[in-house]
């Protein structure tokens, strides 16, 4: 792993200095006197900035800087310079296989082209860190099934998930808009599907009051997510990892919040009730599967007779493949919510048509699927977009943070 970081950072430094010096030719052969002057001050300005950015971001990942917030904006910057730099470099290098010929001039047009690309999707770049990300959407749907008791009939279910609140350092304005927009919903009930860190406890620390005012009729459910356990930050022992995880078990508690790991609960409207289950992460390699449907059933006898019984029942997973791989295989629970894919911060809508390349790694990636069991019952996953970002602090498109207001209807 640790030849694999050495070679990244050397191909990061090779590639930032070889489109550098790329663009620097580029504005000796094209441009004339100001211009030419103003193009080289901003060159110069823009290169010293990148790579500053670059080194700034080697050293505190290699120091094992704990403030991951800083290091995750440092990069965002340092990307938002490289990318648009790298596209422009290739637009123009194809523009130098084919020059246009003008006034007995070969002229590089697809160079101002890349220009005016690369400024664009640099604009695109920083428009998705502070309004996409911003601009919390609430998904409405209604979720039919004639198992549903009676007194369940337009129950409202609000879920949240991933969100990954370390993204937000100690600025609690966006987690506020959440809470404050899942209030104005009047929920009965509010299931968060996982990820509230990125990748230690301490995270959670400012955001716990916040959080506290998320209020149902029956209640806030919660279950782990990947990034909960602590798999992504250095431990000097285990039992300092362990003792993060249980910190975050208390701060939930504390946040008045029930966790469901590996466990159920039954959830009482009128003369009527659910059941609501949940496990812990069902992990893909190389992170462990800590998910246990069987122990989180909520009837022994039920578990022996293969997870069937005449129950309505919601799950929640963390990882919508846990419900691909397995819940659809060995049970008849009627809804899964799930999370973690969070349409990879970039989904595209063309009419009917959505589009995001987080399809291509999650088979499962958004919305609602249905599959019907060997038994013949139609069981359906929801999968949440998710409210925050890990890895680069943006959303672009139409990825944009999500609550969604399940009505549970007859």
Same mark, same amino acid.
């Given at each position: 792993?640790?030849?694999?970081?050495?070679?990244? !950072?050397?191909v990061?430094?090779?590639?930032? +200095?070889?489109? #550098?010096?790329?663009?620097?030719?580029? +504005?000796?052969?094209?441009?004339?006197?100001?211009?030419?002057?103003?193009?080289?001050? $901003?060159?110069?300005?823009?290169?010293?900035?990148?790579?500053?950015?670059?080194? !700034?971001?080697?050293?505190? #990942?290699?120091?094992?800087?704990?403030?991951?917030?800083?290091?995750?904006?440092?990069?965002?910057?340092?990307?938002?310079?490289?990318?648009?730099?790298?596209?422009?470099?290739?637009?123009?290098?194809?523009?130098?296989?084919?020059?246009? #010929?003008?006034?007995?001039?070969?002229?590089?047009?697809?160079?101002?082209?890349?220009?005016?690309?690369?400024?664009?999707?640099?604009?695109?770049?920083?428009?998705?860190?502070?309004?996409? =990300?911003?601009?919390?959407?609430?998904?409405?749907?209604?979720?039919?099934?004639?198992?549903?008791?009676e007194?369940?009939?337009?129950?409202?279910?609000? #879920?949240?998930?991933?969100?990954?609140?370390?993204?937000? @350092?100690?600025?609690?304005?966006f987690?506020?808009?959440?809470?404050?927009?899942?209030?104005?919903?009047?929920?009965?009930?509010?299931?968060?599907?996982?990820?509230?860190?990125?990748?230690?406890?301490v995270?959670?620390?400012?955001? +716990?009051?916040?959080?506290?005012? !998320?209020? $149902?009729?029956?209640?806030?459910?919660?279950?782990?997510?990947?990034?909960?356990?602590?798999?992504?930050?250095?431990?000097?022992?285990?039992?300092?990892?362990?003792?993060?995880?249980?910190?975050?078990?208390?701060?939930? =508690?504390?946040?008045?919040?029930?966790?469901?790991?590996?466990?159920?609960?039954?959830?009482?409207?009128?003369?009527?009730s659910i059941?609501? +289950?949940?496990?812990?992460?069902?992990?893909?390699?190389?992170?462990k &599967?800590?998910?246990?449907?069987?122990?989180?059933?909520?009837?022994? &006898?039920?578990?022996? $007779?293969?997870?069937?019984?005449?129950?309505?029942?919601?799950?929640?997973?963390?990882?919508?493949?846990?419900?691909? &791989?397995?819940?659809t295989?060995?049970?008849?629970?009627?809804?899964?919510?799930?999370?973690?894919?969070?349409?990879?911060?970039?989904?595209?809508?063309?009419?009917? !048509?959505?589009?995001?390349? $987080?399809?291509?790694?999650?088979?499962?990636?958004?919305?609602?699927?249905?599959?019907?069991?060997?038994?013949?019952?139609?069981?359906?996953?929801?999968?949440?977009?998710?409210?925050?970002?890990? @890895?680069?602090?943006?959303?672009?498109?139409?990825?944009?943070?999500?609550?969604?207001?399940?009505?549970?209807?007859?």
């Open positions: 792993m640790r030849h694999l970081t050495i070679i990244a !950072i050397v990061l430094y090779v590639l930032t +200095i070889a489109s #550098q010096s790329y663009i620097y030719k580029d +504005i000796q052969t094209y441009l004339r006197g100001k211009t030419k002057k103003a193009g080289i001050f $901003a060159f110069w300005i823009l290169s010293l900035v990148a790579l500053s950015l670059l080194t !700034i971001t080697i050293v505190l #990942q290699i120091s094992d800087y704990p403030d991951l917030y800083k290091v995750m904006w440092i990069l965002f910057s340092y990307l938002a310079l490289f990318v648009p730099s790298i596209v422009y470099c290739l637009m123009s290098a194809i523009g130098r296989l084919f020059k246009w #010929q003008r006034n007995g001039r070969r002229m590089n047009y697809l160079a101002l082209v890349g220009f005016l690309f690369a400024s664009l999707l640099f604009i695109t770049i920083w428009w998705g860190a502070f309004f996409t =990300r911003n601009d919390i959407v609430v998904r409405e749907l209604d979720y039919k099934n004639s198992s549903l008791p007194s369940f009939e337009n129950y409202r279910v609000v #879920q949240l998930s991933d969100a990954h609140v370390g993204s937000w @350092g100690n600025d609690t304005t987690v506020s808009k959440v809470v404050n927009k899942i209030n104005s919903l009047s929920p009965d009930l509010v299931l968060f599907t996982g990820d509230i860190v990125n990748r230690e406890t995270e959670l620390a400012p955001f +716990i009051k916040t959080l506290s005012r !998320i209020k $149902a009729k029956d209640g806030v459910y919660s279950v782990l997510g990947n990034h909960d356990y602590g798999d992504y930050a250095h431990w000097d022992n285990i039992s300092v990892k362990e003792a993060n995880l249980e910190l975050l078990k208390s701060w939930q =508690r504390q946040m008045g919040w029930t966790m469901l790991n590996n466990d159920f609960a039954y959830i009482i409207n009128g003369k009527d059941v609501l +289950i949940g496990v812990e992460n069902w992990g893909e390699p190389p992170f &599967q800590y998910g246990e449907l069987a122990k989180a059933y909520p009837d022994n &006898q039920l578990k022996k $007779a293969g997870l069937h019984d005449n129950q309505f029942k919601i799950l929640l997973t963390h990882n919508p493949e846990h419900w691909n &791989q397995e819940v295989s060995v049970s008849n629970i009627d809804l899964t919510l799930s999370g973690h894919t969070h349409a990879m911060q970039m989904a595209f809508n063309w009419g009917n !048509i959505r589009f995001s390349p $987080a399809k291509f790694k999650y088979p499962l990636w958004s919305g609602f699927y249905n599959r019907v069991n060997q038994k013949g019952d139609t069981l359906s996953l929801y999968v949440n977009e998710g409210c925050g970002e890990v @890895g680069i602090p943006a959303r672009y498109g139409n990825a944009y943070p999500e609550i969604t207001l399940i009505k549970l209807k007859r």
